[in-house]
């Protein structure tokens, strides 16, 4: 079992505010004989959709020294769970959660804005204080 | 600068065996106001073709507790020097240098060739013992 992240709880209220159930913390994937847990799994109903919309959260701090470390670190890990994911558990989506002054800080300068207009990693941006989900990027 | 993985020479000397000439020992690349180095730069002539072929490469030595936890800080670290490579000198191509045995181990287990089906990282693959490239993947 992995370490928690600092703001795990936070973005667990964040999404049950939101109107999510979590099902899973954290939720366990296997492939072949390694195993990961991405932090939590929520599903919500959606009334229009008369579905269920299922997604799954890593929670990203960026607590370290290079921010740019900090995104390597982050993207590999997305690139990985998404390749499981989209194998073991097709209809749910993947999403990084990312502080919203991690937002504001990286994902806005040049470098940030290349990796996600080429990658198009979908974000939860929360704010910690508020505990709540400021913006979904999709 | 970074610190020199342990297979920096090794993979330089493999590099030049091979008939590279080597041009940057590390390659700086710059976006925005933040400053990556690749581990190597090397180009070679190709009289078929022409033309110079240019290449960057960067170790991965693989050497944490973890396969995952390495093949995502590899993975992302790919991603990003390939964002700012195709904007910055878009006719040098990126590749992680691998020792055989991390090729071997990795992968070729079930997560290492999903990772390697959906997102075709280019890979050079070296044996440390006799300084060579034994395969390169495209």
């Known amino acids: 079992m992995p ?3 600092r703001y795990h709880d936070v ?3 964040a999404l049950e505010k939101d109107g999510w159930t979590i099902t899973d913390d954290p939720l366990r994937m296997r492939w072949g004989k390694k195993d990961m847990y991405v932090d939590l799994a929520a599903e919500k109903l959606l009334v229009a959709a008369k579905g269920e919309q299922q997604i799954a959260v890593e929670i990203k701090t960026f607590g370290g020294p290079s921010s ?5 670190k982050s993207l590999g890990q997305y690139f990985i ?3 499981v994911i989209k194998r073991v558990e097709p ?5 990084l ?9 990286f ?3 040049p470098l940030g804005e290349i990796l996600l ?3 198009q990693v979908p974000l939860l941006v929360f704010d910690p204080d508020q505990e709540v989900i400021v913006q979904w990027i999709d």
């Open 3 to 5: 370490n928690r992240d």
């Open 11 to 13: 973005v667990r209220r």
């Open 68 to 72: 740019v470390a900090d995104a390597q």
């Open 81 to 83: 769970y998404l390749s």
């Open 91 to 95: 209809n749910r989506k993947l999403y």
């Open 97 to 105: 959660a990312i502080h919203e002054e991690i937002y504001d800080e």
């Open 107 to 109: 994902f806005t300068e």
């Open 117 to 119: 207009s080429d990658y």
